[in-house]
């Protein structure tokens, strides 16, 4: 699990990764997921940070619409 830019985060295993962020302590939206081979592959993950900041812009969210921290605050 990897904080980003923004307040996305990036979670990991060895076959997937998933891209989302905290709108609160221990609650993650997952905004995009895909395998990781297919990421690394193609340099995906930009993007797929993008589209996340994207999705969360787009939802009627109340303020903040996502926690800032590192893992002991998210979790």
Same mark, same amino acid.
């Given at each position: ?10 979670? @990991?295993?060895?076959?997937?990764? $998933?891209?989302?962020?905290? $709108? ?13 081979? @297919?990421? @690394?592959?193609? *340099? ?6 993008? *589209? ?12 903040? @619409? ?7 605050? $998210?979790?």
């Amino acid at each position: 699990m990897l904080p980003t830019t923004n307040g996305i985060w990036e979670l @990991k295993t060895s076959d997937v990764r $998933v891209f989302g962020w905290f $709108v609160a302590r221990s609650v993650f939206i997952i905004a995009e997921v895909d395998g990781a081979a @297919k990421i @690394k592959a193609n *340099s995906l993950y930009t993007g797929y940070m993008n *589209s996340a900041l994207h999705r969360r812009s787009t939802l009627n969210l109340d303020q903040p @619409k996502f926690i800032v921290g590192d893992y002991s605050d $998210v979790l």
